[in-house]
């Protein structure tokens, strides 16, 4: 099998693995429990939960673990945090995830202003456009935006979206998902208000993501309960699940990254030499190394997706919730492609078995 779709979710961390096959079946307790089952559990999360946030370099007061990023989003994005806060408008992109586009859209039917930034064909947001709804929208805004792309890996310059929105008094959430384990980052130095990450896409157990809040006066619990998460995010703590994040953050590899970004170039360069049609969408931006959005010159993706299917190579068509649906990329339309473009655009994300020599045999073969 060849899996190159490390952006819809990534196998087992070599860790993870070694967890689930030896250890996670001892860590059943309830790490609420007084008693000493429950008591070590929970001295191990407190661990856990510092490793995490020293990797992202921010204090652990402020990481709250919850079910996953779309769950950490919708906090965010929740009516109770954006009343707290003063909140009556929110500024984003169209090329956000599902997670925030599917919830703006609930947050306009309950009242709230929606305001998008336009973007470049190249996925780029435009700053000056941000800048003047930051500024005509001061202290009653929150600005919400990807920080990797996860359909053609723009990297957003976050730091510079970060400042505009301080300076005109707004609050700022970053999807922080693809970014994890993919770009060197202090979150702490970009100084987001709020961020998500989630542990699947790094080779955790799915279930497990973050939220991350520079200060927890600013966020509203989403469901209500017991105190776990400081009452953040109630409910009984998933220790293994917790515990495979941070076995999988001790495994990122930054070395292995440098390498994929040389392979994901040169599989990149000998696809364009197959056929003069071909394309990469979004290849003039800054992007992260394991992600290619290859356009295949008018066929239709479905059908190279299944065809590569059948010989155990695994693309996307785009984000993993909406493939199936016969919607084509909502992404790859908003950098301005006609619908015709985004139906023969295929999403590659590379990991570790990234085998570049018989990928490219197979696509020409395919695509032959
Ligand atoms: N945001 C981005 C950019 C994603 O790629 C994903 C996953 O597809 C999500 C949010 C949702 O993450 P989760 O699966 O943890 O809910």
């Known amino acids: 099998m060849i899996y190159l779709d490390y952006n819809a979710t990534a196998p087992l961390s070599e860790s993870v693995q070694e967890y689930v096959k030896n250890q996670m079946v001892n860590d059943w307790a309830n790490p609420s429990s007084e008693h000493d089952a429950g008591y070590i559990l929970n001295q191990k999360i407190k661990k856990d939960r510092a490793v995490i946030a020293e990797f992202l370099g921010v204090s652990t007061k402020g990481l709250f673990f919850t079910s996953g990023a779309t769950e950490s989003i919708n906090t965010v994005l929740s009516v109770d945090t954006l009343k707290k806060n003063?909140?009556?408008?929110?500024?984003?992109?169209?090329?956000?995830?599902?997670?925030?586009?599917?919830?703006?859209?609930?947050?306009?039917?309950?009242?709230?202003?929606?305001?998008?930034?336009?973007?470049?064909?190249?996925?780029?947001?435009?700053?000056?456009?941000?800048?003047?709804?930051?500024?005509?929208?001061?202290?009653?805004?929150?600005?919400?935006?990807?920080?990797?792309?996860?359909?053609?890996?723009?990297?957003?310059?976050?730091?510079?979206?970060?400042?505009?929105?301080?300076?005109?008094?707004?609050?700022?959430?970053?999807?922080?998902v693809q970014a994890l384990g993919k770009l060197q980052f202090d979150l702490d130095d970009i100084d987001p208000d709020f961020a998500s990450f989630s542990g699947h896409k790094i080779g955790a157990l799915k279930g497990i993501?973050?939220?991350?809040?520079?200060?927890?006066?600013?966020?509203?619990?989403?469901?209500?309960?017991?105190?776990?998460?400081?009452?953040?995010?109630?409910?009984?703590?998933?220790?293994?699940?917790?515990?495979?994040?941070?076995?999988?953050?001790?495994?990122?590899?930054?070395?292995?990254?440098?390498?994929?970004?040389?392979?994901?170039?040169?599989?990149?360069?000998?696809?364009?030499?197959?056929?003069?049609?071909?394309?990469?969408?979004?290849?003039?931006?800054?992007?992260?190394?394991?992600?290619?959005?290859?356009?295949?010159?008018?066929?239709?993706?479905?059908?190279?997706?299944l065809k590569l299917s059948r010989e155990k190579i695994y693309v996307s068509t785009g984000s993993a919730c909406s493939s199936g649906s016969i919607e084509p990329s909502h992404v790859i339309q908003e950098l301005g492609f006609e619908k015709e473009v985004a139906k023969s655009s295929l999403r590659l994300s590379f990991g570790s078995h990234l085998i570049c020599k018989s990928l490219i045999e197979q696509l020409s073969n395919t695509l032959a």
């Open 209 to 305: 993501g973050l939220l991350y809040c520079s200060d927890v006066k600013k966020v509203s619990p989403y469901i209500y309960g017991g105190g776990q998460e400081s009452g953040i995010r109630p409910g009984t703590s998933n220790y293994p699940a917790i515990h495979s994040f941070r076995l999988a953050i001790d495994d990122v590899d930054w070395d292995k990254n440098v390498e994929l970004e040389k392979l994901r170039d040169e599989f990149e360069k000998e696809y364009l030499a197959l056929n003069s049609d071909f394309r990469i969408n979004a290849s003039d931006s800054p992007r992260v190394g394991n992600t290619s959005n290859i356009y295949l010159g008018g066929r239709e993706a479905r059908e190279v997706l």
């Open 86 to 176: 003063g909140i009556d408008t929110i500024i984003s992109s169209r090329l956000e995830h599902h997670a925030t586009l599917h919830r703006l859209k609930y947050l306009e039917k309950q009242g709230f202003k929606i305001e998008y930034v336009g973007n470049s064909n190249q996925g780029i947001i435009d700053f000056s456009e941000l800048e003047n709804k930051l500024a005509s929208n001061k202290g009653k805004a929150l600005a919400s935006f990807l920080y990797v792309n996860n359909e053609t890996g723009t990297i957003t310059d976050v730091k510079k979206v970060v400042e505009l929105c301080h300076e005109n008094d707004c609050l700022v959430h970053l999807d922080a």
